[in-house]
């Protein structure tokens, strides 16, 4: 990635990676950090994140949208704990 991405949001892939279905791949962890930090930031800022923002965002950082809904229900896990 050419942009610096805080070391926070590779702690939230790791967390991820440990609870997903589908195993996070080594080239897959900038993406998701990225994907996590556009996601997260829009959650602090109470921004709605309506599906068509959480396509636009994975489009953007590179994910696979299959990751989408998996990645919903982690932060939804995880925000509850």
Not at 30 to 42: E, G, K, M, P
């Given at each position: 990635m050419n942009t610096e991405i805080p070391l926070k949001y590779y702690d939230i892939v790791d967390e991820y990676s440990t609870e997903c279905a589908e195993a996070v791949k080594e080239s897959e962890r900038?993406?998701?950090?990225?994907?996590?930090?556009?996601?997260?930031?829009?959650l602090m800022n109470?921004?709605?994140?309506?599906?068509?923002?959480?396509?636009?965002?994975?489009?953007?950082?590179?994910?696979?949208?299959q990751r989408i809904d998996d990645i919903a229900n982690f932060l939804n896990q995880w925000g509850n704990e």
């Open positions: 900038d993406c998701l950090a990225h994907y996590f930090q556009l996601l997260i930031t829009r109470n921004e709605e994140i309506s599906e068509e923002a959480q396509q636009e965002m994975a489009r953007e950082a590179g994910i696979a949208e």
